[in-house]
């Protein structure tokens, strides 16, 4: 009895998971350092409406430990949300989150949703792929604090662009 949805239980194990395989591994920066400093903007796309993102973006080459042969970029980033654009209230959500992306492209955030007379603290696992600069993911946002009801997607499919500066 973890959300009370079948299906967003099931998306939720396989996302806390992931997320268990994925930070326990170490990750390193190699040798020779790609700095990566810039912006990233985005849209997303849910059932509660579409939202917009945008970031500062710091990152650097990583590789699995104890291999060359799976290289990407690393980046934490420090940016802003909007909560659903078609609600009547402006929403907002300071974020933190961090991102590996090769190829495959993982990633969590922590977010604080308010339209100022209430908040909620989310967590968010990501997964995708990138490439280019642009990365295609699918999140899942889970309350970390007592569950507040802001009209915010709990799963969406989101497009962003990475701006090297």
Known sequence: MLLMNPVLDWLYKIA???????????????????????????????????????????GSRVNWDKTD??????SISFGIETGPLTHKDIIIAPKVSYTMNWFISFGASMLYYT??????LRFRPEIGVSMLGIRVYHGWNFSVDKYVSLPLHNRFLAISYFIPI
Do not use: R, W
Not at 27 to 54: C, D, H, M, R, W
Not at 69 to 74: A, D, R, S
Not at 115 to 120: A, K, L, T, V, W
């Open 69 to 74: 042969l799976i290289k990407g970029l690393g």
């Open 16 to 58: 806390i998971c992931s997320l268990g395989i994925l930070f326990p591994m170490h990750v390193y920066a190699v040798e020779k350092e790609i700095p990566a400093k810039g912006f990233t903007l985005g849209i997303q796309s849910s059932n509660a409406g579409i939202s917009l993102e945008s970031a500062y973006s710091i």
């Open 115 to 120: 339209d100022f007379s209430q908040g909620s």
